[in-house]
């Protein structure tokens, strides 16, 4: 039998560190007052937190750090966000190849590992140190982390241009004379988010810090922490290039402006909201790169492509995408206008906002304020007679009906919808009011999707999984310095339900969307749960990414492991 693992107690009391009576009289005082009986033996005066360490290094055979500043590497420091180092008591040391060395009080602690693996997106291997010695590093290195002037102007920002600067008045000019570090900073953060292909930058006051966050693959990462004194500059900054009030700090306000770097034009735009602590601001960037907007490249299986190209080169009807916000629908959308935007084709776009600019199309931004809506926008395109038309979203009857009255009439209407799964669009549309016989008619293709992380081929790790009852060859997330958190970019999950299953079941008294789903998979289309499997059988991305981006009630799979 092995040898049971021996107390820290008596480990101490074998050491002659403490004696016996010592020891009892500490966990007498643990069996009235609780807590940790290291902590117990260092308040009451019998050891030292180092000799704590030391003891329960040996208990659990992991390596035990006196933790000095010279065993901490600078560099380390930027896996782990200041927030999770405070909260479970550690301190990234140094990196090896793929994984972070972190010193921690307690590295036994199984979620403190999770989070940690999951955010620098590294092997984490623990080593052991006092809780002081932790404690004192925190406050002395992520001070440093925290942007300084210095920091802020020795930035090499280089090659950013506001494309708008020469528009700006008199006043605010005035204004950017005194924001020298704020423009520098703002110009960092914006180079930062287009560096790292950013969807999101948020910015957001927490207590005495302005944080940046990017959205990356989908995730939120923390990248820099200024000193709140720096938010008020920031942010009249930020105001100044998208031509907001400045002086209005109640009301949450929009705007946008055009920037250009590394010989790429970048769309930023920008929302303000009041908290209680000041002014938060999010800014989508939006790269404006035409290669993106690929229906070869978008992660549709073949048999999907083919069906979807078959579709769109009717011309006619109307073309669907589903899903929710940040799925990629209107990235689909726009792949379709590109493969069909011709010469001999007038295309009209209805959006909120224009996300990207094609050449020949006609591309038309709401200003409900100004009284154009998605509905009186659409009734005005419709007489300069276009072949395709975009709609980006259907909020109400009058506007749906619009929409797919024009489909009768021999042209190609495209739209999105906020629903889970592609069977499930028309009976929104319903709801709506709209008539089941119109839709049967009008509708030619739904497709809907959701985005997932792909696997870093360089980390990815190979694991033997059972499923539907087989035994099935999976990979999953590692980590490296190449990747974050095993994963580099996002593909597709996609299904569609074609106009040929809609034209017969929407007739029919006792339709659903699951018959309408199955009607669909008898025609040899695949559900997302069916695609995520396929991308998972070819190691494009991991099962836990299809777990995560797909409810478990649209699996057609028994899941095991």
């Known amino acids: 039998m092995p040898t049971p693992k021996k107390q820290v107690g008596e480990i101490l009391v074998e050491k002659g560190i403490i004696t016996l009576e010592q020891l009892q009289l500490a966990l007498k005082r643990q069996q009235e007052k609780g807590g940790k009986l290291g902590r117990l033996l260092v308040r009451m005066g019998f050891v030292s937190e180092e000799e704590i360490s030391q003891a329960i290094s040996e208990q659990i055979n992991i390596p035990h750090i006196s933790l000095k500043p010279a065993d901490i590497e600078s560099a380390a420091i930027n896996f782990i966000p200041e927030d999770i180092a405070r909260k479970y008591s550690l301190i990234p040391i140094s990196v090896e190849g793929s ?31 006092a809780h002081s010695r932790i404690a004192e590093s925190i406050e002395s290195l992520y001070t440093r982390k925290k942007m300084t002037e210095e920091a802020i102007l020795r930035y090499a920002d280089d090659g ?21 570090v704020s423009v520098k900073a703002v110009n960092m953060i914006i180079i930062e988010g287009i560096k790292t292909n950013a969807t999101d930058i948020h910015l957001e006051i927490d207590g005495d810090h302005l944080r940046v966050r990017y959205r990356i693959d989908g995730y ?107 799925s990629g629908k209107t990235t689909t959308i726009y792949s379709i206008i590109r493969s069909l935007n011709t010469m001999g084709r007038k295309i009209v776009t209805i959006e909120d906002p224009v996300r990207y600019r094609f050449p020949l199309v006609n591309q038309i931004s709401i200003k409900p304020s100004a009284g154009l809506t998605f509905k009186t926008a659409l009734g005005s395109v419709l007489r300069h007679d276009p072949e395709i038309i975009f709609i980006e979203e259907l909020h109400d009857f009058e506007t749906a009906e619009l929409a797919v009255r024009a489909g009768l009439t021999g042209r190609l209407m495209m739209t999105t919808l906020h629903v889970a799964d592609a069977a499930s669009a028309p009976f929104r549309l319903m709801k709506m009011g709209l008539d089941p016989f119109l839709l049967a008619d009008t509708i030619d293709l739904i497709i809907a999707q959701r985005l997932v992380r792909k696997l ?33 970019g996002q593909t597709g999950l996609f299904e569609i339900v074609p106009g040929e299953v809609l034209s017969t079941a929407l007739l029919k008294k006792d339709v659903d969307p699951d018959k309408i789903r199955e009607a669909s998979r008898e025609m040899g289309f695949r559900t997302m749960w069916e695609s995520g499997i396929y991308l998972v059988a070819q190691g494009i991305t991991s099962l836990d990414e299809i777990r995560r981006a797909l409810p478990a009630e649209y699996s057609r799979y028994i899941l095991t492991e």
């Not at 972070?100 to 979620?111: E, G, I, R």
């Not at 403190?112 to 997106?121: C, I, M, R």
């Not at 950013?160 to 020298?180: G, N």
């Open 220 to 326: 939120l990462r923390e990248k820099f922490i200024f000193p709140v004194e720096y938010h008020s500059g920031i942010v009249t900054r930020i105001k100044i290039m998208t031509n907001l009030d400045i002086g209005e700090r109640l009301a949450p306000q929009e705007g946008s402006c055009r920037v250009e770097y590394d010989k790429h034009d970048v769309d930023l735009l920008l929302s303000t909201i009041p908290t209680v602590q000041g002014e938060n601001v999010s800014i989508s960037v939006l790269v404006q790169e035409v290669e993106k907007y690929d229906l070869t490249k978008l992660g549709m299986p073949e048999d999907t492509l083919k069906a979807v190209q078959k579709h769109i080169e009717r011309v006619s009807g109307m073309i669907i995408a589903t899903g929710p916000t940040g």
């Open 456 to 488: 870093c081929p360089n980390c990815k790790q190979e694991k033997i999984i059972s499923l539907g009852g087989r035994k099935v060859r999976t990979y999953e997330a590692i980590g490296c310095p190449r990747c974050t958190g095993g994963y580099i």
């Open 160 to 180: 950013l241009v506001i494309q708008e600067e020469k528009d700006l008045t008199e006043q605010k000019l005035r204004y950017e004379s005194k924001l020298a």
């Open 99 to 129: 994984q972070l060395v972190v010193a921690m009080d307690d590295p036994l602690n199984s979620m403190a590992l999770d989070v940690l693996k999951f955010t620098s997106g590294m092997q984490v291997v623990p080593v052991l140190a």
